[in-house]
């Protein structure tokens, strides 16, 4: 019999078998050690879309309830201009009450802390008394207050300066062992410290969470098939990291239509093109067809040549494949470089130490080749 789907495609939805990040986990397993014995190191960590930053904080969660410290997780929802930082530090208290499993929070007196008057000052002294009183009912040596996607509060972003000034008072530092690990996009979390200047020194330990290599992605997907009745080749397996580079929600996308082309069981070649067709119309959805539509006219005809050389260019080859060659065509060719910068500030493509562009994710260039044959 063969058992149900056992991917799982989704943001949010934690692996059926959790890949990699040794080295984080065990960083992270010291950090606790460290919290306990010295004083508690927050931590960020920083990932692109879908490389696994929740999972990756649910796993935290584990290690720290295994060892016997209560833990929440705060997920933070998108925020708006008209927002005030005091709302979203009402949603990480509200959290923090919901999350630790302490029997008996008195969730109306603790958020009785909490005044409806929204000033900066305020959020801040509310939230310091806040952190107080539930030090004195938790009753632990350590607790660990992860929130998720910070990038969201970005509207509102002095809010990171407010937990900052609350987890950097005398009081708070003296009288509490409370241990936060924040996650962001990279870009959101440099837009807060290029605001809060001393954001950046206080929560000063970063985990960058990045693709898996190829022995995690092999592994893991062997593992989340076993005893499923269904089997990927060994070349499909290899084919799946060749394509997803190890970018885990790829990874689990792609293997999922795999599973669901197998054949008696069996996944090989014949199953590839409709996965990956599949995937790539799904990934469209998701992200690439907002990312595809960020680029101008001009700068998806450079996007195609990258596509369709594979390979890092230089603005130098660029401008010379504009003029002979399969590529050349009528093109402003002294506004190459301009182009190509505005791409990658986009995030579309990247620059390598020699300064030559790339699409950096085969799935993107997949999509972009198939996009543009449609053009
Ligand atoms: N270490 C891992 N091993 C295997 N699969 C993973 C791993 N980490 C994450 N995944 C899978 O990758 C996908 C994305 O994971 P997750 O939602 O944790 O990422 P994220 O960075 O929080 O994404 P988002 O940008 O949507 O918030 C999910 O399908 C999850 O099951
Ligand atoms: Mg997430």
Redo the contacts with the bound molecule.
Sequence with gaps: MIKPNPFTPQ??WEPRVFGGREQGLSDFKSGLEAAISVRPNHLVTLGEW?I????L?KQFRRIVQEAGYPACMC?MSRFTKGDKPLDAIYLIAEEMLMGFPKAGLDQERFLGLFSKKKTLLQAQSQFTKFLLELWKTLDAKLAVVMV??LQNLLPISNTIDILRAVLSKEEVVQNTKFLFVL?STPAGWSTFLDKHDPVGRFFRKRLNVENLDREDVTRTVGRTLEDTGVEFSEGVKDRVFEYTGGHPYEVQLLSSHLYDGQIEGRVSDESWDNALNNTLKELGRDYFSMLLTKASDREKDLLKILAEEKRPLSIKEFREMMIVGPHAKKFPIANIKNFLYRLEEKGIIIRDQKGSFDIPDRMFREFVLRKENER
Aim: charged share 25%; glycine share 24%.
């Design positions: 943001s949010g879908g696994g930053k929740t999972s904080l997920s998720d996607d996650s």
